[in-house]
DNA sequence: CATAAAACCTAGCGGAAAACCGGGATATAC
DNA sequence: GTATATCCCGGTTTTCCGCTAGGTTTTATG
């Protein structure tokens, strides 16, 4: 979201600033954008004035994209070896939670999330008013 | 399920015959059911001949029900300290997963993942004959 | 009543994953 | 050429889940 704010300036945002503004430990934050890097969502630049870009633009960006990153699961799927009949429906069942779940995630943007946010603020700001 | 399963018998199942069934162990089963008589889904006799029972029909117990229990997440709610903006509406979005996810589990009950089981089970025979 | 058979309670272990540091190596603006 | 940033990789701490263990209480039965 941080990106996303900064989309405008067109200059890249160092992992400094963002960790000092969300209040996170920089030596982990420079993992997970890493990964975010890997899985070709955001964008680096090396070196002096270097920093981190959104690869696309943030209402290209679903929340499933976000988090299929930062959680790295890897499927331990098709180990069918000794299952019950018991366990295999049950598998199936949660398929079908997981499924929801990204459902909901896909269906909302990095965009998305910064306008809720805004007007959360523009509400807080008229109710001290 | 296994307790499903055995409601027309009526008399009370006994962790050892669950366990071994399902190849769980006995010890770490028992404190599951703990978990789920605690929250009133099953009921259970102690002494000899003693055992588990369904509190309720198979059709009557959401997979909502059971896993609120096992899973047992005491929400940290409330504790909204420093929270940034940001993490204030990544907060609700999560819980608009979770609800998802809920949905889909209180839509299934005991009886229906039973079924299925069943069903599963005549389809692998008849393709074996 | 004595005994055995069951559920009940509480504590703790072990491994794996998540969260978090640290020390360099590498690239780049100036 | 140097300061400034990301990159890479390994180690540490914390937390959680699956699981184990010992002992207590209840109850059917002879």
């Known amino acids: 979201m ?3 704010d900064h989309v405008p300036q067109g200059d890249p945002l160092q ?3 963002i960790a000092e503004q969300q209040q996170i430990p920089d030596r982990y934050l420079e993992q997970l954008l890493s990964n975010l890097r890997r899985a070709g969502l ?3 630049q090396r070196g002096a004035k270097g920093g981190y870009l959104l690869a696309r633009q943030p209402w290209q960006i679903t929340l499933l994209d976000v988090m299929t990153c930062i959680e790295g699961r890897e499927a331990q799927s098709a ?3 000794e299952h019950s009949l018991e366990r ?3 598998r199936e069942l949660w398929q079908e939670v997981n499924q929801a779940a990204s459902e909901v995630l896909q269906a909302h943007t990095l965009q998305d999330l910064c ?3 805004d007007a959360q603020n523009n509400a807080d700001l008229m109710y001290y008013i």
């Open 15 to 17: 992992i400094r600033q």
């Open 88 to 90: 295999l429906v049950v």
């Open 115 to 117: 306008d809720r946010r």
């Open 2 to 4: 941080v990106l996303a």
């Open 42 to 44: 955001i964008r680096s």
């Open 79 to 81: 180990q069918q070896g």
